[in-house]
């Protein structure tokens, strides 16, 4: 409970009304002074801090090892000791992405560095040894044109594809998509060099990737709709479902992530290669795992039909999320700049 003052003034600044005590009975404003001290500042982030930290580490606990248990409390009308549903989701995937888009940029920076090195290096080489490794630098170049050709669908340029398109042969002409499709290609192989094609496509790929699921997860929740009892279950009651289990998916990946990156400065060493193969495995295995069980303790059915309701789900789901992530992968390339 806040230390604050009282004020000597009744009045509640909010809403007007007569306060008798510390708190406003009309709208449950503090009646204190508003000015605050740096230490009453400190102090009161520490108590909220810790309040949070209480609730937030309850939720992490059984999210992480309590398939459906989040859900069920939540559902049953237990709110207070646990993070909301939604703010949860939002959380945990705001530290996710940020991670992720931040330590590719500490290692992007590093490749930069050393890419100048070796460029620095390459040009202090002798004359002789540089004519040398003209045939291999050849026989390079031709296999990265063969690389393009393949990435370019067999045009070289925009002008080609244009030319093709109004003077060839009606039978060698393109649809209107593939025409678009190959064009945009183009534009952005023309635009950019393969090493910045990977980086801006990464990087735009990472970052819109929150969308991309926030997008998936209603329909996740509808397919769980879809199998279940409409009388019993709601589509809300699927939705929490589902923003506890992407919440958990999410959360796994995240520690699987940090766990990977820690470990990488050391991976000469036999011992932390086989501490991080295993640390995937189990945590691969729980994330695929993790469904069945969440499944059966929420929606209660027996075994056998859960297992078959569950199987079908996540196939469906998991083809679901593959033609999506696919399309969202296309989408991001042909909009690179």
Same mark, same amino acid.
């Given at each position: 409970?806040?230390?604050?003052? #009282?004020?000597?003034?009744?009045?509640?600044?909010?809403?007007?009304?007569?306060?008798?005590?510390?708190?406003?009975?009309?709208?449950?404003?503090?009646?204190?002074?508003?000015?605050?001290?740096?230490?009453?500042?400190?102090?009161?982030?520490?108590?909220?801090?810790?309040?949070?930290?209480?609730? +937030?580490?309850?939720?992490?606990?059984?999210?992480?090892?309590?398939?459906?248990?989040?859900?069920?409390?939540?559902?049953?009308?237990?709110? @207070?000791?646990?993070?909301?549903?939604?703010?949860?989701? #939002?959380?945990?995937?705001?530290?996710?992405?940020?991670?992720?888009? #931040?330590?590719?940029?500490?290692?992007?920076?590093?490749?930069?560095?050393?890419?100048?090195?070796?460029? +620095?290096?390459?040009?202090?080489?002798? +004359?002789?040894?540089?004519?040398?490794?003209?045939?291999?630098?050849?026989?390079?170049?031709?296999?990265?044109?063969?690389?393009?050709?393949?990435?370019?669908?067999?045009?070289?340029?925009?002008?080609? @594809?244009?030319?093709?398109?109004?003077?060839?042969?009606?039978?060698?002409?393109?649809?209107?998509?593939?025409?678009?499709?190959?064009?945009?290609?183009?534009?952005?192989?023309?635009?950019?060099?393969?090493?910045?094609?990977?980086?801006?496509?990464?990087?735009?790929?990472?970052?819109?990737?929150?969308?991309?699921?926030?997008?998936?997860?209603?329909?996740?929740?509808?397919?769980?709709?879809?199998?279940?009892?409409?009388?019993?279950?709601?589509?809300?009651?699927?939705?929490?479902?589902?923003?506890?289990?992407?919440?958990?998916?999410? &959360?796994?990946?995240?520690?699987?992530?940090?766990?990977?990156?820690? @470990?990488?400065?050391?991976?000469? &060493?036999?011992?932390?290669?086989?501490?991080?193969?295993?640390?995937?495995? /189990?945590?691969?295995?729980?994330? /695929?795992?993790?469904?069945?069980?969440?499944?059966?303790? +929420?929606?209660?059915?027996?075994?056998?039909?859960?297992?078959?309701?569950?199987?079908?789900?996540?196939?469906?789901?998991? #083809?679901?999320?593959?033609?999506?992530?696919?399309?969202?992968?296309?989408?991001?390339?042909?909009? &690179?700049?």
């Amino acid at each position: 409970m806040s230390k604050s003052k #009282i004020r000597n003034d009744k009045t509640c600044l909010n809403c007007r009304y007569v306060v008798e005590n510390r708190f406003c009975p009309n709208c449950g404003q503090e009646n204190t002074d508003t000015r605050k001290t740096f230490h009453h500042l400190f102090v009161h982030f520490f108590e909220d801090l810790t309040h949070y930290e209480n609730a +937030f580490w309850r939720t992490i606990k059984n999210l992480l090892f309590k398939p459906s248990a989040l859900t069920k409390e939540y559902l049953s009308g237990k709110r @207070l000791s646990y993070l909301a549903p939604v703010r949860l989701y #939002i959380f945990i995937s705001f530290i996710t992405f940020l991670l992720i888009a #931040i330590f590719p940029s500490e290692i992007n920076s590093s490749e930069k560095t050393t890419e100048k090195e070796a460029i +620095f290096t390459t040009k202090n080489k002798s +004359f002789q040894n540089t004519i040398s490794k003209n045939d291999s630098v050849k026989k390079s170049k031709t296999a990265s044109n063969e690389e393009d050709e393949l990435i370019n669908f067999g045009y070289d340029s925009v002008e080609q @594809l244009d030319s093709i398109q109004k003077h060839a042969p009606e039978s060698e002409k393109l649809s209107d998509f593939s025409y678009w499709m190959n064009k945009k290609i183009q534009i952005v192989k023309e635009n950019n060099t393969q090493s910045e094609i990977i980086e801006k496509f990464i990087s735009s790929f990472t970052h819109n990737l929150p969308k991309v699921l926030f997008v998936f997860m209603p329909i996740f929740a509808f397919f769980l709709w879809l199998f279940h009892n409409k009388k019993r279950w709601y589509y809300f009651d699927h939705g929490i479902f589902t923003l506890h289990y992407f919440s958990f998916l999410l &959360l796994l990946f995240l520690l699987l992530f940090l766990i990977n990156k820690g @470990l990488t400065p050391f991976s000469e &060493l036999g011992l932390v290669t086989f501490i991080q193969v295993i640390t995937n495995f /189990v945590g691969i295995g729980w994330m /695929v795992y993790y469904f069945f069980p969440a499944h059966h303790r +929420f929606y209660g059915e027996t075994r056998f039909i859960s297992f078959l309701k569950s199987s079908l789900l996540f196939f469906i789901n998991f #083809i679901l999320i593959i033609i999506i992530l696919s399309i969202f992968a296309i989408y991001t390339f042909i909009n &690179l700049h």
